[in-house]
């Protein structure tokens, strides 16, 4: 799917439009809030109490632990990242164009590995969820505002209208020639 940035098309530069819209939203502001909230959140407990929890771990478990804790802390820095860039654009510190420039893009979230949960601290888990909820969802605002979407597919009931209207307006008026496929 080509970015809507390097379109040409006049019809598709609506895309401006709807970042400025998105970024100046309340829906945007709420975002932001609980983003960066997460990141504090994500901050306090590995710098805090996740670190005891760690320690509590054997090695091999600690392993598992810090990949999880890494994941998390790059999963919620690229959101907050992504949603410091919209805010600049809302405050017009940047423009739409720059935004939508690849190096402030988001990726698509991974699958996540496995990972055994009943062992591993509650603590830690349930940040592993919330930031991977929050990944997806700044995951799917940038695909929608910085991608074109899809050309619309013909809708084969509309197709069969325009062919029963065909007929009547020619006259002969033929059942089994509107039914028939192209």
Known sequence: MRDAIHSTDPAREDWKRRVVEFASSEMFDRLFKEGMALVE???????GPGRTDSRKLNRELALVYAAESMEV???LMQAASWLVVQRAVREKDMGVE????????IARPGEPHPCDRAVMPAPLMILVDRSRALYERVSRFDAA??????QPTE???MRQIDRLRAAAEGGAFDPLAVWRRD
Do not use: F
Request: proline share 7%; hydrophobic share 20%; no cysteine.
């Open 73 to 75: 802390t790059t999963r």
């Open 145 to 150: 505002l910085y991608s074109e979407s899809p």
């Open 155 to 157: 809708n084969p009931v």
């Open 98 to 105: 720059e935004a939508g420039d690849e190096k402030y893009r």
């Open 41 to 47: 959140e994500a901050a306090t407990y590995l710098d």
